[in-house]
């Protein structure tokens, strides 16, 4: 049976309602998880602000990580907790194509990003002497935008072709929030031109910034090979490793998800993988970077000494005026 997308008013979030008496403790601990990220990467972007030493292109790229983690976060689990508490696990139509939009966008916008961090890390230990003339402030600039540019239109074109297919008598989305598989499942008839435009994309907005990623980093590992210092080899490693461990997290699930044809696909293991791409990366991003960047370390340290000094100022002048 067909059913004319105009009628359609809402879908229903099945979410991880098939296992009800584990709602409340996926609540607790995807709250704790949002509250975490949100917290981490705030003093992230806050820390290497205010710390004068780190304004140059390696951390106000790391800026723009913590920041598109967070709207790649939020555009998701405050609904995907919304419904773990309520019976009505309903999203609009409307709500529906934006969370997918917004999400396809950011997801290619961090691919993007994750491959011009890896470019400065190439310039940073492949070129040194041109470091500060090739990483410009205008071609940081430059490459931030395009990264958040890049994918638009593709996506916007992805959205328009799923939302404009007609979808079948029933509205049941077996994901937490609304992703191309799971509403491919809902469409009638034949999905092929979806399957094949969605690999397009795949090829286009991630696998070819993994491929630059790869490439940079081969060139890294033979740079740092050739050096002769055992000493300027783990340190040039040491400011490579934290990205190459959040490329991996984030690349290694999502390829999972999005490059099994969708007769293969099982819409339950897609759903948990998607925990891997979706949850993992922008709580663990802070984390990697604070713990194995000294400098970060640092910068962290004084933002909160100078919130502690704030608070105790503040204590004492409520008891000087009480």
């Not at 696990?89 to 011009?116: D, P, R, Y």
């Not at 044809?261 to 802070?286: A, C, M, R």
């Not at 400098?295 to 919130?307: D, G, T």
Request: aromatic share 12%; proline share 4%; hydrophobic share 50%.
């Amino acid at each position: 049976m067909r059913v004319n997308r105009s009628t359609m008013n809402n879908f229903l979030l099945l979410g991880f309602s098939d296992l009800p008496s584990l709602e409340g403790l996926f609540f607790s601990v995807f709250l704790t998880t949002y509250l975490l990220t949100l917290i981490g990467n705030v003093f992230i972007i806050i820390a290497t602000l205010a710390d004068q030493t780190l304004h140059y292109p390696m951390y106000f790229f790391l800026r723009n990580l913590s920041f598109l983690e967070i709207c790649y976060t939020s555009v998701i689990i405050p609904k995907m907790l919304e419904n773990l508490l309520s019976e009505d696990k309903t999203m609009s139509f409307i709500s529906c194509a934006f969370q997918m939009t917004i999400f396809l966008i950011t997801g290619a916008a961090e691919c993007f990003l994750l491959a011009a961090m890896a470019y400065d890390r190439y310039v940073a230990i492949c070129q040194p002497l041109h470091y500060t003339l090739i990483m410009s402030n205008r071609v940081c600039l430059g490459l931030v935008a395009a990264s958040w540019l890049a994918g638009i239109p593709v996506q916007l074109g992805q959205m328009f072709l799923v939302f404009t297919s007609c979808f079948c008598d029933s509205n049941e989305i077996n994901h937490f929030f609304c992703d191309i598989p799971a509403l491919l499942n809902l469409v009638c008839g034949d999905t092929s031109i979806n399957e094949q435009i969605a690999l397009v994309e795949v090829v286009l907005l991630a696998l070819i910034p993994f491929a630059l990623i790869l490439m940079s980093y081969m060139c890294i590992a033979t740079t740092i090979l050739k050096m002769p210092s055992a000493e300027g080899r783990r340190k040039a490693f040491s400011t490579c490793s934290s990205h190459l461990m959040v490329v991996l997290v984030f690349y290694g699930s999502g390829m999972t998800v999005y490059l099994t044809p969708q007769s293969s696909h099982s819409l339950d293991k897609d759903k948990f993988l998607s925990l891997f791409y979706t949850v993992l990366p922008p709580l663990l991003n802070p984390v990697i970077y604070s713990l194995r960047n000294r400098e970060v370390q640092v910068a962290l340290r004084k933002v909160f000494l100078l919130i502690l000094h704030s608070e105790r100022n503040t204590h004492r002048k409520n008891q000087n005026t009480g």
